[in-house]
DNA sequence: CGCGGCTTTGATGTTCATCAAGTAAAGTGG
DNA sequence: CCACTTTACTTGATGAACATCAAAGCCGCG
């Protein structure tokens, strides 16, 4: 699916406000639309950077495959989340995988384009930069403040975030896998089953295969908090 | 120290190739050029953000007050590394400190300048896109790196850093304590210095209080490697 | 149906943080 | 310049946290 019918799309006012007509006319132009199942592989690592992509609906996984075989999960992104302003300006190859883990539509523009942009329009620049900043403050902020929990603040810090950031309730389907968890907060599998069981033993959520359901939400904070 | 003679700089080139004499007379008009000791405060964590600085030369860490009370060292920077473009276009307030490990000299200019110079010139904002992606994706990949590593890995990391990123020596003055090696590799000065003297009695590296010589590159390669 | 991957639980051992105690070094005030 | 205080460094002992290994049940899929 291609072609300009980006007037009326909500992402415009957000990321393109500075942008004149003639040069959102050009955008719409290469624009690319792309939906992608549940489990499908949106961006593999090491391809070249073509383009530039933005998440419209669904949730991914943004992860890196390390020479053990293994994954590394550097974040979950959700709408309005550009899936690979990481390295676009940096490298001329993606330097991690994206994966989608809900049904996902993800809008493609010529990255070229994009680059012209930047060049000849500094409010746009401005706006990216500003993007970028706060994206990749985030991460970083994420990451450390994983590393320095304990298991059981680890995985109470995930659910917290499932249940405030992504969905906004604390009944939710949780999108990832055990492992994929695992991946995400630096720990093995087996310990994330068994500190979910804790949790469940502890009357602080319930647990039905993928569905989870917080409970004591304070005791949780406590342990995301302390741990 | 104030004033404009930054016409022959080796940064100048590096940094704003792409901007004009003009331009550039009013960047070199607001700029603010200091020196630090060893030891002293470049950037306190919460002040707000004024200037854009970067760093002419010496050494700095960047690191966060945690509110157990401890530090977490984000990055050690060099010459020619901007000291705060991490959060300078998503926060009015700086997320981490700054402190000189090595006597350092600091180059400000107006943040305002700055900014109206990215709205205004395209290629100087690209310029500073780059810049500031190569430098977030630097501290993303670093800090997943050390974090999936075990403690004879990060330390056999931190050594093989300073050896050739920093000092290009095999033998040098390690310029942070024990205790801020703990604090950027994420463990307890206790076992910083326990593997330190196994690396000793092992023969790979000799130690003389803060003079570090790595005898056994290859060895300490791998053990960063696998670890 | 059977295979492989995900999940779960238990047992075991390693890695690492914590605690304690002592030495060395470096700054501080008289 | 010396006594004093503080901070950094070092080593050992102990226990807790966590990874690893093993085994079995579950589920989806070709």
Redesign the pocket.
């Known amino acids: 699916m291609t072609g300009c019918n980006c007037e009326n799309c909500e992402l415009k006012a957000l990321f393109f406000q500075n942008v004149s007509e003639k040069e959102f006319a050009l955008l719409c132009d290469t624009r690319k639309e792309r939906n992608y199942k549940k489990g499908e592989t949106i961006i593999e690592q090491g391809a070249e950077i073509k383009e530039f992509s933005y998440l419209k609906t669904g949730l991914v996984k943004l992860y890196k495959h390390l020479d053990n075989g293994k994954n590394q999960i550097i974040k979950i992104a959700g709408p309005l989340d550009f899936i690979n302003l990481l390295s676009i300006f940096s490298d001329r190859y993606f330097q991690y995988s994206v994966t989608a883990l809900e049904d996902t539509t993800v809008c493609y523009v010529n990255i070229e384009t994009i680059k012209e942009m930047v060049k000849k329009n500094g409010n746009f620049a401005f706006d990216l930069l500003r993007k970028m900043s706060r994206m990749t403050d985030e991460i970083i902020n994420t990451t450390l403040e994983i590393s320095r929990k304990?298991?059981?603040g680890r995985i109470a810090f995930v659910l917290l975030y499932f249940a405030r950031s992504v969905y906004k309730n604390n009944t939710f389907e949780l999108p990832v896998?055990?492992?994929e968890i695992a991946e995400f907060i630096?720990?093995?599998?087996?310990?994330v089953?068994?500190i979910?069981?804790e949790f469940r033993k502890d009357g602080i959520i319930r647990?039905n295969?993928?569905e989870i359901s917080i409970t004591d939400e304070k005791r949780l904070s406590v342990i995301a908090e302390l741990g």
């Open positions: 304990n298991l059981r896998s055990r492992k630096e720990m093995t599998p087996e310990n089953i068994r979910l069981s647990i295969g993928k």
